[in-house]
């Protein structure tokens, strides 16, 4: 599992927190992922790890996640998606068919069908593909009638998109896919390793419309919560958690208010979430942003589009913001 990426595109959240264990409803986005693994027989997961390594180690002392017993690979320095997987399977001596996932995507896809789709066709590399609206920020991956995968180009302009099925961030791979990514550098797996891979016409991929969301943004991250308790993964899971308190004539509406945030009287929190601790005073309007942990909303205050907040940062009673970061800098 790939999860030692900085996060940038989360921040202000990600200052503190690396993003998959940012939480997710209840539970950090890692075990979501973990648990869907093990959904599907996953019994051991390498954990590939570089920012804060130390936030995945305290949180599973035991080494256990969603039913998965976890190990840890900590990379010196980032070695990127390709280097990140070399230094992982050398870690653990890796030396039979393996899946690497991208630690930030959510989704039901079946990882069963894929490594069956990877045995029947004797591939050295088999890739779950998902369609999207905008292909430009993914892996753009069109594949010929036979499944084998013709070109792999990342984060082409929208206009030199070939397709808009995009790399969903999940392969199966044979240890051969080792010995092609040079060791001790920064080497990038959908860049170099899957580009060589399809030159040689040995990557193949599997068409899934099954649910699919990388969380790796403000607005997917949102997103993803809002799935949950609307419903759309199957069970409906409750968007107010049993400690939080709101007031009685507060209006929470389409939004995850997790544990021990608190809601003032007459403030209104409309398809946002508040996360651990959060406390939103009296008057105040959140409308489709993300509060931080103990991050605190003044009285009056209005956060509209996309605002996020890091952790326990104070918005100013009245204070009006629209698509802010705070803070928008290192903390
Ligand atoms: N260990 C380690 N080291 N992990 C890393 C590193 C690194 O140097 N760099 C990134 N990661 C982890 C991230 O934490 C994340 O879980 C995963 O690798 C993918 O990195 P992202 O930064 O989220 O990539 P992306 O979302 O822009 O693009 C990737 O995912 C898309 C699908 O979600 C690519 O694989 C695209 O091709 C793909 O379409
Ligand atoms: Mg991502």
Known sequence: MLVGGFGTRLRPLTWHTPKQMLPVVDRPMLERVVSELGQHGVTDAILSLGFKPDAFLAAYPDDRCGGVRLHYAVEPEPLDTAGAVRFAAEAVGMDSTFIVVNGDVLTDLDITALWRLHRDKRAEGTIALTPVEDPSRYGVVPIDDDGRVEAFIEK??????????????????????????????????????????????TLYALHSEAYWVDAGTAETYLQVQLDYVDGHRGVREPAIDASACVAADAVVEHSVVMAGAQVGAGATVRDSA????????????????VCGPRSVVGAGATLRDLTVLGEDVAVPAGAELWGARIPDEEP
């Open 156 to 201: 082409p302009r929208r206009e030199d998109a070939p397709s808009n099925w995009i790399n969903a961030g999940t392969y199966v791979l044979e240890p051969s896919v080792i010995e092609r990514i040079p060791p001790g550098r920064r080497v990038s797996i959908e860049r170099e390793t899957f580009p060589a891979m399809v030159a040689d016409g």
């Open 274 to 289: 508040l996360l651990p601790g959060v406390r939103v005073d009296a008057g105040a309007v959140v409308e489709r942003s």
